[in-house]
């Protein structure tokens, strides 16, 4: 996969090690969700100028540091991890995932990342010893200068490699491993409660309860939605309420089904340019009072109006507001609605 711009986002992504670019500076994980923990272990690799690839196009192989003008040497901060997830690989369930792929590049080209490299996790790679995995794929393919992995990081054959091991093996080549250790957060605010261990998991568990306020505290940042409009039955706009209907990758993971208070972004050519930043409301679920039969996701903005179709909008969830409910009338849900607008405004204005 050769791809220079997802989203507007200007990384690298490469599932060859022999389309990388390098030398590389390294931080290995999975990294499902981008979370507080994990932006935690790409810091070390991330450098204060980093380089943008935005506009640039390569066809046949990977841009050299001559191409692009950079100093002989130069190393770029490389997001290494595995695809499939190796739990999938090893269980042969699908997983659903808080970032999926586009998600992970818009979020990692945020934080400064040149490079995702997305090692095909098969049996050949699982087999590999920690060592080899270090020798043949650190060293040799990607040219590694330097390494961060997070304190409970595992890897080689039957997970046998921990984060010391990778540090003393990386040691024989002079590679420096940064070990980092893990990030908590005491995310009720009590002062004397226990914190917890930062981790993808725990942002599921979170949002499976509608504690979006958690969730993002994890994150550090709001859970979003990256998804693009398509048509629906054309219904809303029959109650005053138009909603833009999201189609989403198939392995996101949904929160709790109900309503939701949420920022409404179009994407922009850069994570920092949005076309344009509105509030609405988001019901998630199979809208029993209209028979619905498949969930669905959708988003009524405040104070719009436009075509959305076809558009690719990031939804930012910053509050759930009730759970969804079968209503006997459309006019009982419009009624709803109406007061759901109202407690979206109220806590957007607060
Ligand atoms: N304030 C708004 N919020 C959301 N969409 C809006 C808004 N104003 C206009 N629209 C447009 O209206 C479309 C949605 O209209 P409407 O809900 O009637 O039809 P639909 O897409 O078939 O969805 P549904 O099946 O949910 O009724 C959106 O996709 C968007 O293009
Ligand atoms: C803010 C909001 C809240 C909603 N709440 C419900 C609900 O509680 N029950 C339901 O059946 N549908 C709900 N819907 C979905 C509604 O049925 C749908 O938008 C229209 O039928 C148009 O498709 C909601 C939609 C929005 C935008």
């Known amino acids: 996969m050769l791809n220079l711009s997802q989203n507007g986002c200007s990384v690298w992504v490469t599932s060859s090690t022999e389309l990388a670019l390098t030398p590389t500076v390294i931080a290995l994980g999975k990294f499902d969700g981008v979370h507080r923990g994990h932006q935690q272990v790409i810091q070390p690799i991330l450098k204060a100028d980093r380089l943008d690839l935005t506009g640039m196009t390569f066809s046949k192989s990977s841009p050299t540091a001559k191409d692009l003008s950079?100093?002989?040497?130069?190393?770029?901060?490389?997001?290494?991890?595995?695809?499939?997830?190796?739990?999938?690989?090893?269980?042969?369930?699908?997983?659903?995932?808080?970032?999926?792929?586009?998600?992970?590049?818009?979020?990692?080209?945020?934080?400064?990342?040149?490079?995702?490299?997305?090692?095909?996790?098969?049996?050949?790679?699982?087999?590999?010893t920690p060592e080899e995995f270090v020798e043949k794929i650190l060293v040799q393919q990607l040219q590694c200068q330097r390494i961060s992995v997070g304190q409970d990081f595992r890897f080689g054959s039957q997970r046998s490699g921990t984060a010391t091991l990778l540090q003393q093996i990386a040691a024989k080549y002079d590679i420096p491993v940064t070990i980092v250790p893990l990030e908590t957060c005491n995310c009720d605010g009590q002062e004397y409660s226990d914190s917890e261990r930062i981790s993808s998991s725990l942002v599921r568990q979170h949002l499976e309860h509608g504690d979006i306020e958690k969730a993002?505290?994890?994150?550090?940042?709001?859970?979003?939605?990256?998804?693009?409009?398509?048509?629906?039955?054309?219904?809303?706009?029959?109650?005053?309420?138009?909603?833009?209907?999201?189609?989403?990758?198939?392995?996101?993971?949904?929160?709790?089904?109900?309503?939701?208070?949420?920022?409404?972004?179009?994407?922009?050519?850069?994570?920092?340019?949005?076309?344009?930043?509105?509030?609405?409301?988001?019901?998630?679920?199979?809208?029993?009072?209209?028979?619905?039969?498949?969930?669905?996701?959708?988003?009524?903005?405040?104070?719009?109006?436009?075509?959305?179709?076809?558009?690719?909008?990031?939804?930012?969830?910053?509050?759930?507001?009730?759970?969804?409910?079968?209503?006997?009338?459309?006019?009982?849900?419009?009624?709803?609605?109406?007061?759901?607008?109202?407690?979206?405004?109220?806590?957007?204005?607060?």
Request: charged share 20%.
């Open 70 to 128: 950079l100093p002989s040497g130069y190393a770029y901060s490389t997001v290494v991890t595995f695809n499939p997830h190796p739990q999938e690989f090893f269980t042969g369930k699908p997983r659903t995932l808080l970032t999926p792929l586009d998600e992970k590049i818009y979020q990692l080209r945020s934080l400064g990342v040149e490079q995702l490299l997305l090692l095909p996790f098969d049996k050949e790679l699982s087999a590999l």
């Open 216 to 350: 993002n505290q994890l994150l550090g940042r709001p859970y979003t939605l990256m998804g693009s409009v398509v048509k629906g039955q054309q219904l809303g706009r029959t109650i005053g309420f138009p909603t833009a209907n999201l189609q989403l990758p198939k392995q996101k993971f949904l929160p709790r089904f109900g309503v939701y208070a949420v920022r409404v972004k179009s994407l922009g050519e850069v994570p920092d340019a949005t076309a344009f930043d509105c509030v609405g409301v988001m019901n998630i679920g199979s809208r029993p009072t209209v028979n619905g039969t498949h969930p669905t996701v959708e988003v009524h903005l405040l104070d719009w109006k436009g075509d959305l179709y076809c558009k690719k909008l990031t939804v930012e969830l910053e509050k759930f507001l009730r759970p969804e409910q079968k209503f006997p009338t459309l006019e009982a849900l419009k009624t709803q609605i109406q007061l759901d607008c109202a407690e979206a405004r109220a806590f957007f204005r607060a």
